[in-house]
């Protein structure tokens, strides 16, 4: 009999652990865990200190919008952001405090998901079940955009329903747009070539993959990316793990910021984080469903 128990408690201990092995394996909890750790033991002086940052507005409606919103971008030139609906699609400029400036109906572009600032007037949008990358111009005179009029590249890469394109950065130094695949698998491209900035030249794409990069990311999904030009470093938003990790140039990550109630000031957790922006001043901007915005700033030393 007590072989019995024996046979039966080492069968339930084993299915125990076989199961917070699959469990962690998913939430990638020991890689997060042993990051944490690090970070605690030797804080990284050559980030950007995402955990420094705290909300300074929270969960603001976005008034006057019915459909949500995807992704997050800031234009330097106009001193506002813009953000995508897919339901209805448009583009949608919005102030620095989240109130609506602009709406601009969007027309053949499937599932809009993703909208980066590339240049003066110029933006990328990413239709994500197509995996296209539709580079539009906007003026103050645009009454709607049209993908037939605009300049696009359709990767095709790994096609996997609406698990496909979810978030856009620009290296404007580099010409490198960073396109994100959300998950299944979660990756990161780097497209060099589109958009296509000198017609002088030929029409050449070329797309990188950093599988190593790509590994080291301790979350479950990506739903935004955002290229910070001073340090060269890349943030990436992930909704399912409520967490923006900051990579630097070789990919490695370096500090978090969690959307979690109890940390970064935050009086309740961010619901479902879909867009991610920063100003020149590094200030973070944050789009969430249902259609909240928010602010984070780090505090001066």
């Known amino acids: 009999m007590r072989r019995s ?63 949500d919103v995807s992704a997050l971008t800031y234009d330097p030139d106009r001193k506002t952001l813009f953000t995508v609906t897919n339901s209805s699609p448009e583009l949608v400029e919005l102030s620095l405090e989240g109130r609506i400036l602009r709406r601009v109906p969007l027309t053949g572009f499937g599932d809009p998901e993703a909208v980066e600032y590339v240049g003066p007037n110029s933006y990328v949008i990413t239709d994500e079940r197509q995996q296209r990358l539709i580079r539009v111009r906007l003026n103050d005179s645009t009454l709607f955009l049209d993908a037939a009029d605009a300049e696009q590249l359709t990767l095709g890469i790994g096609l996997n329903g609406n698990k496909g394109f ?56 990506l739903s935004s990316l955002q290229y910070d030009e001073r340090s060269g470093h890349l943030l990436a938003l992930s909704d399912e793990s409520r967490l923006v990790v900051e990579l630097d ?53």
């Open 249 to 301: 140039v070789e990919g490695r990550p370096l500090s978090t910021l969690s959307l979690r109630k109890g940390f970064q000031g935050l009086k309740q957790t961010v619901p479902q984080a879909e867009g991610l922006a920063m100003d020149e001043a590094g200030r973070l901007y944050l789009v969430s469903e249902p259609n909240l915005f928010y602010v984070f700033e780090k505090p001066a030393d």
């Open 166 to 221: 979810e978030g856009l950065a620009y290296d404007s130094a580099g010409q490198r747009l960073f396109v994100a695949k959300e998950r299944d698998p979660m990756l990161i491209y780097e497209v060099h070539g589109f958009p296509h900035t000198n017609p002088e030249q030929p029409y050449a794409v070329h797309v990188v993959q950093d599988r190593k990069r790509d590994g080291r990311l301790f979350v479950r999904d």
């Open 5 to 67: 128990y024996r046979l039966i408690a080492a069968a339930l201990l084993f299915s125990t652990l076989t199961l917070l092995g699959v469990v962690g394996h998913e939430f990638r909890l020991f890689e997060r865990g042993w990051f944490n750790l690090k970070a605690w033991w030797q804080p990284s002086e050559q980030g950007i200190g995402l955990d420094r940052y705290r909300v300074t507005l929270e969960a603001q409606p976005i008034d006057g919008l019915h459909d």
